[in-house]
């Protein structure tokens, strides 16, 4: 089976631009969320979606959004770029919104410049 | 706030056993967890367990858990070079499993 998988793998994009990042999850998880993962550190919770609702957020500006599609596909969009947006940014599914754990594709990396 | 934190770095000899620690703050955390994330990939979920468990077997992993203390350990049995990579530690953020705080993570490095 195939497991989460986002696009692109990777982009380069210039301060101020927007981006949109894309994310498919396992088959039949209906929960997506996003997390920042800057180098070096741990990643960061951004967004949590189930049934196409936002159900959590983490602490990040509002020139961050995402949204949930029909068929339990997510996007993650920044706008207004900064420097430190530079990040490997990893979408995770589950099957329920909760109990039951988390499962990482392998990332998409954002490099602004 | 919730916080995760572990050592950053681990160097053991091929063969040997690996403990990597870890200390969590949230006491109401229903998952702990343990990812394993090799360069350029993503995270791979090694294994999570229940606040209601203490230790919990999976072939060559061991997950200990303290709940007192707020202490999680991974152990390694039989460590092999493709073991290397950095382990996160992760706690819920009270019971949402999708909901996780992260540690800084631990590079594991294997000596001949």
């Known amino acids: 089976d195939a497991g989460v998988t986002q696009s692109p793998t990777h982009l380069i994009k210039t301060r101020g631009q927007h981006v949109t990042l894309r994310c498919s999850p396992i088959?039949?998880?209906?929960?997506v969320s996003w997390y920042q993962q800057v180098l070096g550190q741990g990643p960061q919770f951004i967004f949590q979606y189930y049934e196409k609702e936002e159900r959590g957020r983490g602490n990040f500006p509002d020139r961050f959004s995402a949204r949930q599609f029909p068929n339990y596909s997510s996007e993650l969009n920044v706008n207004a770029l900064l420097l430190g947006d530079s990040a490997l940014y990893l979408c995770a599914s589950s099957f329920w919104e909760n109990n039951s754990p988390l499962h990482f594709g392998n990332g998409t990396r954002l490099t602004v410049t | 706030g919730e916080d995760v934190e572990q050592s950053l770095f681990l160097s053991v000899r091929e063969g040997d056993s690996s403990v990597i620690n870890c200390t969590y703050t949230d006491s109401s955390s229903t998952y702990l967890y343990w990812y394993k994330q090799e360069p350029g990939a993503g995270l791979q979920l090694l294994t999570y367990?229940?606040?209601?468990?203490d230790m919990k077997q999976d072939q060559r992993l061991t997950v200990l858990l303290n709940k007192k203390d707020k202490h999680l350990s991974l152990r390694i049995a039989d460590t092999q070079t493709g073991d290397s990579a950095i382990y996160f530690c992760a706690e819920s953020i009270g019971s949402s499993a999708s909901k996780i705080i992260f540690g800084s993570g631990t590079r594991l490095s294997i000596r001949p």
């Open positions: 088959s039949g998880h209906k929960s």
């Open positions: 367990i229940f606040s209601n468990m």
